[in-house]
DNA sequence: CGCTTTTGACCAGCGC
DNA sequence: GCGCTGGTCAAAAGCG
């Protein structure tokens, strides 16, 4: 199934104050109306676990919506996470997640992407899916599942920067995770 | 034919 | 150490 681009439902403006910079917004796809930022990080992941400030901004956003647990156990698990290989170099793991209100999973936000899994979580009757940018050579990610309070909403966490501008020229403005965009660890943008 | 989805199995991290 | 859980792989099937 081509779920990518295309859904009426999405064409409109999708302007938000977005946590990437506290002081500016970003326009993430003319095709995707993204209701909430739920959480945000920004963080280093070296091959020797730094575990401090995802958890707790995962806690944070606890408490205003009532779904950061998923949020935060999820980022723990993706960082230094690759088949059993360590990173022996510093990688970034960016990850931020929307909570949309949609019938749809599919959210249309200008990528194409492949699914390769799906898993039934802990305290969620739906299962989750996850999806790989198809993108050569980009190794974004995203999980999409349903709110477990309200299975009207559906939430979308990104993971990592794209090593590329969307497929079609249709869509110009997407600074949301790629590598042009983000003030990254140099190290991050060379091993892409 | 090439790409995507499905889905069971496998792996690693974490808590006990 | 063991079991649970989340994330990923990969073969098979489906689809255009």
Redesign the pocket.
Known sequence: ????FGNPNFRHSAMLNMAPSPSSDFIISDYLILEDVVDYHHEECWSQ?T?TESSEKANSSDASHGFGD?TS????????????I?QKKAEVTQSITFRTRSQLE?MDDGY?????????????SNP?????C?GEGCSV?K?VERDRNDSNYVLTTY?GVHNHHTPSSYYTQMPLLHSDDWNLHPSATQNS
């Open positions: 199934m081509e779920h990518y676990s575990e998923a156990t999820t980022n723990k698990n993706i960082k230094c996470k690759n088949k059993g360590q599919i194409k992407w492949r699914k390769y899994g799906k898993k039934t979580v802990k305290n969620n989750r899916n996850y999806y790989k198809s990610k999980r993971v």
